[in-house]
Antibody, heavy 123, light 107 residues
Framework: EVQLLESGGGLVQPGGSLRLSCAAS????????LSWVRQAPGKGLEWVSG?????????YDADSVEGRFTISRDNSKNTLFLQMNSLRAEDTAVYYC???????????????WGNGTTVTVSS | DVQMTQSPSSLSAFVGDRVTITCRAS??????LAWYQQKPGKVPQLLIF???TLQSGVPSRFSGSGSGTDYTLTISSLQPEDVATYFC?????????FGQGTKVEVK
């Protein structure tokens, strides 16, 4: 069974940092692109960052997080990461890890989602 | 960026009704369009991609259509378990963008 399990969320002060992890199982991790998608309380879905398959040479960050968040992957550990720096109140959300159906984060939609981890940015 | 405009933002219908949700992209996205269902308190689930192909296990009362900039999700006979928020998504190019969602309720 394909599974994604996020961890690393929590309460952080504005300007602080967090590192989210997403442990994958049930598929050949390196063969697929992955993304982070977030959902603020009571709001819709926002794509945050994507990383291509393999060595993850190609990445993309939404304008709202560019320069503050960094997506990466460790294929030896079947784990996806999101390093979040300079956090703001508007980054408060549930963060989902999602697997794409192919090698790229575009031209391939997301077929499996984790249960999410909650990030709260507040003083 | 491709803007996705979904309508309506919410609807309420009777069990057995036909329900239609539309999604318009600000530019052509060549059917690189997915629909997701998010039940209350749950994780989004992929329903349809690209544009009209049902994901494995999705009931046949769901269907998708469209091309270019205009796409539609139809539930042919609404069931109580279909209560959810439905999102369309452009995955033609980055940044991937979602519609604002349509909340479907049963009267």
């Amino acid at each position: 069974e394909v599974q994604l399990l996020e961890s690393g969320g929590g309460l952080v002060q504005p300007g602080g940092s967090l590192r989210l992890s997403c442990a994958a199982s049930g598929f050949t991790f390196s063969d697929y692109a992955l993304s982070w998608v977030r959902q603020a309380p009571g709001k819709g879905l926002e794509w945050v960052s994507g990383i291509s398959s393999g060595e993850g040479i190609h990445t993309y960050d939404a304008d709202s997080v560019e320069g503050r968040f960094t997506i990466s992957r460790d294929n030896s550990k079947n784990t996806l990461f999101l390093q979040m720096n300079s956090l703001r109140a508007e980054d408060t959300a549930v963060y989902y890890c999602a697997k794409h159906v192919g090698q790229s984060y575009y031209h391939y939609c997301m077929d499996v989602w984790g249960n999410g981890t909650t990030v709260t940015v507040s003083s | 960026d491709v803007q996705m405009t979904q309508s309506p933002s919410s609807l309420s219908a009777f069990v057995g009704d036909r329900v239609t949700i539309t999604c318009r992209a600000s530019q052509g996205i060549s059917s690189f369009l997915a629909w997701y269902q998010q039940k209350p308190g749950k994780v989004p689930q992929l329903l349809i991609f690209p544009a009209s192909t049902l994901q494995s296990g999705v009931p046949s009362r769901f269907s998708g259509s469209g091309s270019g900039t205009d796409y539609t999700l139809t539930i042919s006979s609404l069931q109580p378990e279909d209560v959810a928020t439905y999102f369309c998504q452009n995955y033609y190019n980055a940044p991937l963008t979602f519609g604002q969602g349509t909340k479907v309720e049963v009267k």
